[in-house]
């Protein structure tokens, strides 16, 4: 007959083991999620670096195992810090420019993501990772509450006190100029010289060449297109181009 005391060391002796397996399959667990982690939050960076470099082209959705990065930059610290540092060089070039007396000298601004944070809208659909729904987009648009990116509204104000023309240049159709434009007062923005949207005859037509164009119409009433400032290098890139470029960043959707 085992003795009662040896009952009770193989009890214990087990309870030990499980316990012992029971931690070790819990760190495990542990190990591989945070690996994951590492490796998609790794992963989703350099995907980050590659859409902001103009690499990634032509994508339409935000990889799935991206969606807590994006929403993680979108809404915390490194995106506005990102705004802040793009309007910290827009402003060290706009002081160096000699602004002439004949009103001429602009600015370009687009409005989504440049003026204007859709972050709300997005939000509450997947930061970017479901195929873009214009029907849910307009209906928010419509709202007109929108916000304005504090970096940009910082910029847009010290331009105007510069002398800067504000020729804003969106990919926004003309049935939305009212509710755009009292977005825009209500986010503090005011005095643009002109407010351009996509006309009937522009619909289909790639962004970088709807925004080349209306650039070459600017310049053809004698504005000198100092610089531009957009989210999309659709914004920026094409002829004429602005003497210099400011791309915020966007990793929530892709425009040609």
């Known amino acids: 007959m085992v003795p009662f005391r040896f009952l009770l060391l193989f009890f214990f002796l087990g309870a030990a083991v499980a316990e012992s397996s029971q931690t070790f399959l819990q760190t495990m667990t542990q190990n591989v999620a945070a690996s994951a982690f590492a490796s ?4 989703c960076d350099s995907w980050r670096f590659s859409v902001e470099t103009n690499n990634a082209r032509f994508w339409r959705t935000v990889p799935f195992r991206c969606r807590e990065f994006v929403h993680e ?3 915390g610290a490194r995106y506005a810090s990102d705004t802040d ?7 060290a070039f706009a002081r160096s420019v000699q602004i002439a007396d004949d009103g001429n000298d602009a600015w370009i601004f687009d409005v989504d993501e440049t003026l204007l944070s859709n972050v709300p809208y997005y939000a509450i659909n997947g930061f970017g990772t479901k195929v873009f729904n214009e029907t849910s ?23 105007l006190v510069s ?17 755009t434009e009292e977005n825009l007062l209500h986010a503090g923005y005011h005095s643009w010289r002109s407010l351009i949207f996509r006309e009937d005859s522009d619909m289909g037509k790639p962004g970088v060449v709807f925004k080349s164009e209306r650039r070459a119409e600017l310049e053809a ?12 290098w659709s914004d920026l890139l094409g002829f004429p181009m602005a003497r210099r470029s400011f791309k915020l960043p966007n990793p929530m959707y892709y425009i040609d």
């Open 163 to 179: 002398g800067f023309q504000m020729i804003l240049l969106t990919g926004r159709n003309e049935a939305q100029r009212k509710v």
């Open 73 to 75: 930059y979108m809404s």
């Open 221 to 232: 009433q004698g504005f000198r297109i100092v610089a531009s400032s957009g989210d999309q």
């Open 137 to 159: 987009f307009n209906e928010w648009v419509d709202v007109g509450r929108a916000p304005a990116l504090a970096a940009s509204l910082r910029l847009y104000q010290e331009l």
């Open 40 to 43: 998609d939050h790794l992963y």
């Open 85 to 91: 540092i793009v309007v910290d060089e827009s402003l």
